[in-house]
């Protein structure tokens, strides 16, 4: 399995940014793709998940409303909008894949097994 993250920006309070995940070594319709981050001095967090059999897609109470996961997969990409950045946003933005069984909604880091190598977000106030 292999994850790699980018898209990661400086950008101000406001505006948008949409972070890619590219995605081998597993077939798709099987996995679960998560973004997390993890902000300095502080535990990583679920931002949001889709299932690569059916898209569906859940989000974190906190970026609900603001960020979109989507998917593509003939080209095994997963993708997060991100509109109405927020300073507290800012954090270095992990894609992680696990087998669909393994995971639930509540989006948690210990149900990933495979993690890319981050991509950094930072949102300026």
């Known amino acids: 399995v292999q994850l790699v993250e980018s898209g990661g920006a400086l950008v101000q309070a406001g505006g948008s940014l949409r972070l890619s995940c590219a995605t081998s070594g597993f077939t798709f319709d099987d996995f679960a793709i998560g973004w997390f981050r993890q902000a300095p001095g502080k535990e990583r967090e679920g931002v949001s998940l889709i299932s690569g059999k059916d898209g569906s897609a859940f989000y974190a109470d906190s970026v609900k409303g603001r960020f979109t996961i989507s998917c593509d997969k003939a080209k095994k990409m997963v993708y997060l909008q991100m509109d109405s950045l927020k300073p507290e946003d800012t954090a270095v933005y992990y894609c992680?894949?696990?087998?669909?069984?393994?995971?639930?909604?509540?989006?948690?880091?210990?149900?990933?097994?495979?993690w890319g190598q981050g991509t950094l977000v930072t949102v300026s106030s």
């Open positions: 992680a894949a696990s087998p669909i069984y393994k995971v639930t909604t509540h989006i948690r880091p210990h149900q990933f097994d495979d």
